[in-house]
């Protein structure tokens, strides 16, 4: 059962990364989404800013011990995501980089949707 849990734990790890990078065009749909995802995007990247580790990796590693596996030492990002982007081990420079990312991304969804936004205001004010 910890097995399960702890897959279960990989899985909402990655919803979680996909909500901080891309959560800003739910905001599109449903506005008051901003006030549950600014603050997961502000956590991802002082997660990677900081080199820290969320919280959610020493729990699946946990689990896994729990169920007989091997967890590891490194974060999420780490573990399961680099592997598919960057053939390297992840360095501090990549980190910092990608808190960037999850920064410039996300400020341009909310510019751009508020933009959109205020124009409309504008066109229809009520």
Known sequence: MA?????????LHLAF???VVAGG????RWPAMAWLH???ALWGATVEW?????????????????AGEAGYESGFVEHYLLPLLYPAALARETQLVLGALVVLVN??????????RRRAQFRDPR
């Open 3 to 11: 097995a399960l849990f702890a897959d279960a734990v990989v899985v």
């Open 17 to 19: 990364v996909a909500f």
């Open 25 to 28: 065009m739910l905001v599109w």
């Open 38 to 40: 600014l603050p997961a």
């Open 50 to 66: 900081t080199g820290w580790i969320c919280p959610l990796t020493p729990l699946e590693n946990r689990l896994r011990a729990a």
């Open 107 to 116: 400020v341009a969804v909310y510019a751009l949707w508020w933009r959109t």
